[in-house]
């Protein structure tokens, strides 16, 4: 009988009530709350191709952000369909992680000083550079001096903003609030360039093809991180975790082969180095 008895306590540990230990996640901790909850919520833009894009017929969000934020519920509930995208546009990414509105933002989102008195931000997942994208049959910019004059189309609340003025002051700036609003604006000929980073911009060109190229002269370097809540360290480092994870395991360059990847872009230059 004592055998019996060890055997059914040792049965019932197995069970993820039986002994307490089921949740590797600290009592409190935001990776606990989201486990017992059930879902991931996250922010994400819905009009950057390549990155976080609804799809108008399925509802479907895709992209690379989209992937990694899948890898990332899939490590907290279980499941990369246990999630749920919020639409955030550049100018609401700080609000919606003080207000508690998304458990995290991953949203093209470039780590500064400034925004990082805001934010937790993770070490970065991904580089980008900026760049320009012109219509197909304009010949007069080929380059950031040429932008003397024109109209230059970018997004509110974005880094591209502050450094378009600092090696850029002659263009300029229609700054409004997505980057879907730039693209028919080129196209008609009311901005003559629209300047980001250059993931976005691929996206753009992949949508309008033989309307639209991409300069291809980028001119400074987008480190993107995921945000969490300011405070909240313990998120974090988990995050940070999982980002070294995918970098060591493949889930990465599988992401980025199925996302940015189909534009012919290549990981080199966008990849952290594996921690």
Known sequence: MTGLRALLAL??????????TSD????????????????LIVGIK???PMFGYKDP??????????????LVARDLTGSERNIRFVETVSRERENFLAQGVVDMVIATYSITEARARLVGFTDPYYYAWQDLLVRAGDTSVDDLSDLDGKNVCTAKGSTSVDRLRTTAPGAVLEIVDAYSVCVPALLSGRVDAISTDDTILRGMQAQNPGAVRLVGKPFAREPYG????RTDTAFRDHLNGLIA????????????MGTIGVSGAAPDQSKPANR
């Open 11 to 20: 049965l019932l540990c197995l069970v993820p009530v039986g002994c307490g």
């Open 245 to 256: 994870r995918w970098l060591r395991d493949g889930q990465w360059d599988r992401a980025f």
């Open 46 to 48: 819905f009009d950057q």
């Open 24 to 39: 590797p996640f600290p009592e409190g901790s935001t990776m606990a709350r989201i486990r017992e909850r059930g879902t």
């Open 226 to 229: 995921m945000g969490v809540h």
């Open 57 to 70: 017929a399925s509802g479907r969000i895709t992209g690379f952000d989209a992937e990694m934020a899948r």
